[in-house]
């Protein structure tokens, strides 16, 4: 899923006062009591994790995206100050919660109250009992989208052979354009730093086909505004992935704030709230299955 995480980071009120800065950081992940009488809520997003998270410009501390604007809209809620800090992924999830929830990071990174963007997955809450993943907000899954070279973008995916395609370097989609159908697009592929860069490529005529996961092609294909590149309306054959849900984690100590955070998540999703975020940026919301 290309996202993966070190503990280097820096933060960035996105909004705040006098008192938001004179009063101490939490230490450590806080329960509901704590975060409001620091009036401080503290939220890990990964670098670089466009259309979720990222700086624009990429040196600035001006972040966007559907995970800040959703951490935002939470920190709204609870009636305190979003204290929002980046991170960058390392090699595993196991290292992102361990750096972002629940010790922080070697190189100084402080744990935040809540992290972002996490696999609502079964087998990684039982691997990682120092935390509560929870609140999942979102169903992400692969997709392709193809640029004005490809005529047909359904055609069954080993006929994409010859076409230049784009994925982002070590992702799943990489795997899987280099891997399937016995290595027959292998030769044609070129690699970007994210699965936007990837679908951005079709824009810029380097590349025929991208396959990213649909949130970055929704994104991208929004952000470009041109006909000529369109998404791919059929399943990809031999994906080793039909989708994850994605949520939030909070230290194991914090569940009364994962619990208040459960239910503004529940009432943003039955109130257009989380639909209108997911629009903002060109994604459609789709509910998460566990949800």
Known sequence: MGEQATGIGRRAFLAGGLAALAAPLPLSAAPLAKVRELGVLRVAVY?????????????????????????GAIAKTLGVKLDIAEFTAGDDMATDLRNAVWRGGLL???????????????????????????????????????????????????????????????????????????????????????????????????????????????????????????????ALEAMMSPGWDIGMAVKDNSRSLGDTVEGIIGKMSADGQMKAIFAAYGVEWRPALSA
């Open 108 to 234: 100084g990174f402080k744990p935040a109250d809540i992290m972002m963007h996490v696999p609502f997955d079964r087998q990684l809450m039982v691997e990682n009992d120092q935390c509560a993943i929870l609140a999942p907000y979102y169903r992400e899954s692969f997709a392709a989208a193809c640029g004005p070279e490809q005529n047909d973008c359904e055609v069954p995916a080993p006929q994409y052979r010859g076409r230049r395609m784009a994925a982002a370097v070590a992702t799943i989609p990489d795997i899987y354009l280099l891997s399937s159908f016995g290595g027959a697009l292998r030769s044609s592929v070129t690699h970007f730093n994210t699965g936007h860069d990837a679908v951005l490529a079709l824009g810029t005529g380097q590349a025929d086909v991208a396959v990213a996961t649909k949130a970055e092609v929704e994104a991208a294909i929004h952000d470009m505004n041109n006909p000529a590149i369109r998404p791919r309306k059929r």
């Open 47 to 71: 670098k670089h994790n466009r259309p979720w998270s990222w700086a624009e410009p990429d040196n600035s501390t001006n972040l966007r995206g559907i995970d800040v604007d959703l951490a």
